[in-house]
């Protein structure tokens, strides 16, 4: 009998000073029953995944109860944030750490906040504090405030911090926020 993985973490694996972890290992992933019970999945610092690694993740059946994935120094871009944002398998997915991932733009963060198929319980005050950090600055605007203050997730947003903020937001996104009764 093969005993159930809660959590995998296939960071920094190096054959010579080539990264293993690619998108054809994730393919393989993808099919692997073995990952049913995985609650949590770090590729931090993989390079080598690309945007069709995050959508072998995404449409894995096997996936459903991951609730964190560290993305961390890794190549995820918006488009990997789409694929794990429209997964009709990630369900119950609340974390993803994107600490020094340069390439997310405000355009990522409204895939995560307008998106049907993460848990509700999804952490997007973590998403701003990690994307200021690597920005050295808030890469909010008054268009995404508005995403979100339209937004169901509202109603579970616990905390916001705002980093960095000097012309990017006005006060009628802030007012439209705070007056939403979402």
Same mark, same amino acid.
Request: proline share 1%; aromatic share 8%.
């Given at each position: ?76 871009? $918006? =488009?990997? %944030?789409?694929? #794990?944002?429209? !997964?009709?398998? +990630?369900?119950? @997915? /609340?974390?993803?750490? *994107? ?42 605007? $008054? =268009?995404? %405030?508005?995403? #979100?203050?339209? !937004?169901?997730? +509202?109603?579970? @947003? /616990?905390?916001?911090? *705002? ?20």
């Amino acid at each position: 009998a093969y005993r159930v993985l809660i959590s995998l973490e296939i960071s920094h694996l190096l054959n010579g000073n080539e990264k293993i972890i690619t998108d054809s290992v994730l393919s393989a992933l993808e099919t692997s029953p073995y990952l049913s019970k995985i609650e949590s999945l770090s590729l931090e610092s993989n390079h080598q995944v690309t945007v069709q690694g995050f959508k072998h993740i995404a449409d894995s059946r096997f996936c459903f109860n991951i609730c964190e994935i560290n993305c961390s120094n890794s190549n995820i871009n $918006d =488009e990997g %944030l789409k694929e #794990l944002a429209n !997964s009709k398998f +990630l369900l119950n @997915l /609340h974390r993803i750490e *994107l600490k020094g991932c340069s390439k997310i733009t405000a355009q990522g963060l409204k895939y995560i906040i307008t998106s049907n198929c993460l848990s509700f319980r999804f952490s997007i005050d973590d998403l701003f504090a990690n994307l200021a950090e690597i920005h050295q600055k808030n890469i909010l605007s $008054d =268009e995404l %405030l508005e995403c #979100l203050s339209t !937004s169901p997730r +509202l109603k579970h @947003l /616990h905390s916001l911090r *705002l980093f960095y903020s000097k012309d990017e937001i006005t006060s009628n996104a802030f007012k439209k926020l705070l007056s939403n009764n979402n």
